[in-house]
């Protein structure tokens, strides 16, 4: 484990460093920014993962029912979380352009939703479905090979909003109309995950409600991230104009 001792890390960046177990002792740490999977996280002698995780639940009361194992209150955290991104693919129609600008190196909205695409295929056609099909070219996986740009996946592509929202739009109906007959002991059950070696090689062996609840977290999770980063242009803009 590195140790930095008497170090000046004014304005580092850590981005998908596992930080498990770090220790920052007697440190000046203001105006820091931490997103992430943080559990058991201990400030000043205070556990303060409860704290945050009971604010996030005020804020977005979705989470309640993405932790839910009743098909009933998943298929409604679905449609929220459809809702959501369609309320944000009208606010980007208002600002053509914005769907392209991106800040502090994270995805566009484009890329974003493209991700998403992948997401769909991958955990829930493929874990939930047990689909062997290829993937949608448009979609965006992960950096590590062999599948960065495998199973179907063209990263040359270049589709536009429409497009994408378009493929968006019928994964989402498809989502639902899985829920809307779903069972909560057939959620229980292993996920039916083909056996290839295909995107993701880790979900064998996991239920299919954990292999949901990876693509509702997604879709959550991203959203956030979109909606952040517009924000964050629109200011920008602002401060220029």
């Known amino acids: 484990m590195a140790r930095y001792i008497g170090e000046d890390l004014h304005g580092a960046e850590f981005r998908e460093c596992d930080l498990t177990g770090a220790r920052l002792i007697g440190v000046v740490l203001q105006d820091a920014v931490i997103d992430g999977f943080v559990t058991n996280l ?5 556990e303060v993962t409860g704290y945050v995780e009971a604010e996030l639940d005020r804020r977005h009361p979705v989470r309640l029912l993405l932790r839910s194992d009743d098909p009933a209150d ?17 606010r980007i129609r208002r600002a053509p352009g914005i769907e392209r600008g991106s800040v ?22 493929r874990c939930c479905l047990g689909s062997a099909e290829l ?14 740009e495998a199973h179907g996946l063209d990263l040359s592509l270049d589709p536009d909003l429409d497009e994408i929202v378009s493929v968006r739009e019928a994964q989402a109906a498809e989502l639902e109309a899985w829920l809307g007959g779903v069972t909560a002991e057939q959620l229980a059950a292993p996920a039916p995950v083909p056996e290839d070696d295909v995107w993701p090689p880790y979900a064998r062996g996991r239920s299919a409600l954990q292999c949901l609840r990876t693509v509702l977290n997604e879709t959550f999770q991203h959203h956030g991230f979109c909606v952040r980063d517009l924000d964050l242009i629109d200011a920008r803009d602002a401060s220029t104009a």
């Open 42 to 46: 201990v400030v000043n002698g205070v």
């Open 74 to 90: 998943l298929r409604e955290a679905a449609r929220e979380l459809h809702a959501g991104w369609a309320a944000t693919v009208e």
């Open 104 to 125: 502090n190196d994270e995805w566009s909205a484009v890329q974003t939703m493209r991700h998403l695409v992948f997401v769909h295929d991958s955990w829930f056609r």
């Open 135 to 148: 993937f949608t070219p448009m979609g965006i996986g992960p950096d590590v090979e062999p599948y960065r």
